[in-house]
């Protein structure tokens, strides 16, 4: 299931530019305990990487930058997503039970929900948050791009391994991926830096794993908040 959520706030709402880190907090405190902890301490284990299977957009909102600030106005959305439908119903719960959302000690209200009804018919897709894949060497991350020829790569292993865990079997159907425009970015999440690529996409597989690219998110770090694409 794929929902908007809306929000405004009392006053513009004021965050570090980096927020991310945030707003996977404020989701996180409006799952149910159980869901929350299973999520946190467990998720979904392939071949000693874990999972997730959620995903969440950038704050999507007018905003202006001011120093090491950006500052949103009213309205104020953010898009989740995840192949299980029970994530997302206990986040709504919460957020209606509750009606508001803490982010940085700032109190969004609850406006309501939409839920999003994905055309998987369609080609071209945009990203709601940065598309990020990496391998580590010796501890060492090395971030890849859409012009190194393993990103194509490292996206369908990655999406093959998601199909893997929510069908219990192989992928065996076509991808082909490609960036039509991009943009690099550089978050800061917690004390060390994601390299990410936002911008419009050309996307073709199957109906089963398109399913799986636009609820569980595409690429790596999807549960902090990257990789979703709509």
Do not use: W
Not at 95 to 111: A, D, P, V
Not at 164 to 191: A, C, M, P, Q, W
């Amino acid at each position: 299931m794929i929902v908007k959520l809306n929000f405004y706030s009392d006053e513009y709402l004021e965050l570090p530019i980096n927020y991310t880190y945030l707003v996977q907090s404020a989701i996180y405190r409006k799952f149910d305990s159980n869901i929350s902890k299973f999520l946190h301490d467990e998720g979904f284990t392939m071949e000693k990487k874990k999972f997730k299977l959620f995903t969440f957009s950038r704050i999507i909102s007018r905003f202006s930058i001011l120093d090491d600030l950006i500052v949103f106005r009213n309205p104020i959305s953010i898009y989740f997503a995840s192949i299980f439908d029970n994530f997302v119903i206990s986040l709504l719960e919460n957020l209606i039970k509750t009606g508001y959302m803490n982010l940085n000690e700032k109190k969004l209200h609850f406006k309501g929900y939409e839920i999003v009804k994905p055309n998987f018919q369609k080609k071209t897709y945009k990203t709601l948050s940065p598309i990020t894949v990496y391998r580590t060497f010796r501890k060492k991350t090395i971030f890849y791009g859409p012009k190194d020829k393993d990103f194509k790569e490292l996206i369908f292993e990655n999406l093959k391994k998601k199909f893997l865990i929510v069908y219990s079997k192989d992928y065996e159907g076509k991808f082909d991926f490609k960036f039509k425009s991009f943009k690099k970015e550089v978050v800061k999440y917690k004390n060390g830096i994601i390299i990410g690529y936002s911008g419009k996409l050309s996307i073709d597989a199957d109906e089963s794993l398109m399913k799986i690219l636009l609820h569980c998110g595409i690429g790596s770090k999807n549960s902090l908040g990257f990789g979703m694409v709509l």
